[in-house]
């Protein structure tokens, strides 16, 4: 990734919502000594934990107040009550196409991504089938994504070998989309239910990791 790259880092000063939900789940497991798999089930509603539930609540009011966006449990039931609470998968699908446009967008303006010269078309077009895939299998298990044929991740990997990229552009891709995906979410969080968004974007999370590795792998293997 292009740590240095002010296309991915608007401001330094203002932590970013996907590096502050990134790995959740892997934190509350440690500080309390359980599986990162069981943390997951709790934030489903699969299983029941008030240690748990309770961690992840503070969690989310930590990363309310990182993001200059406190609010009271009563104004988040109100905001439900009113508009329905929203889920992610159901956000990124009615915002397809604005997606698509904003990720074009942030990769044209990447001085690493843009040194490989292509039509805007063939640019932007591995990236809606990786995040069509990403909401298919984001609510699986971590075992269970462990065993899905990603297929769209794979041929964007080898899509990106051939075409030029490098290892590291091909992971940046993937970087915009959580990047899109995230800045979405959280133009929306007044409508969204905290711990399901919570819940949501970390699956998403994991599942959007998954997929780059399985892209990577398929680009070192084209070589």
């Not at 740590?3 to 000063?13: A, E, F, G, H, I």
């Amino acid at each position: 990734m292009y740590r240095d790259n002010s296309t991915t880092n608007v401001n330094s000063k203002t932590p970013s919502p996907e590096a502050l939900y990134r790995g959740l789940y892997v934190r509350i497991a440690r500080k309390l000594n359980v599986d990162p798999s069981y943390v997951s089930r709790v934030a489903r509603g699969d299983r029941r934990s008030s240690e748990i539930e309770s961690a992840l609540r503070q969690a989310q009011e930590e990363i309310n107040q990182q993001l200059g966006r406190g609010s009271s449990a009563a104004e988040n039931r109100l905001s439900r009550s009113a508009g329905g609470a929203k889920r992610l998968k159901m956000l990124v699908t009615q915002n397809r196409g604005r997606i698509r446009e904003q990720w074009l967008a942030h990769s044209e303006a990447d001085p690493n991504l843009k040194r490989v010269k292509l039509a805007a078309g063939k640019r932007a077009a591995p990236i809606l089938p990786v995040i069509d895939e990403t909401m298919k299998v984001m609510n699986l298990g971590l075992k269970q994504m462990a065993t899905v044929s990603m297929k769209a991740a794979l041929r964007h990997g080898r899509l990106r070998q051939a075409q030029g990229f490098t290892a590291m552009g091909l992971v940046e891709e993937y970087n915009l989309v959580r990047r899109c995906v995230f800045a979405l979410a959280l133009e929306h969080l007044e409508h969204m239910d905290p711990q399901v968004l919570l819940e949501d974007l970390t699956q998403f999370g994991e599942a959007l990791d998954l997929q780059t590795q399985r892209a990577l792998r398929d680009y070192l293997a084209a070589n």
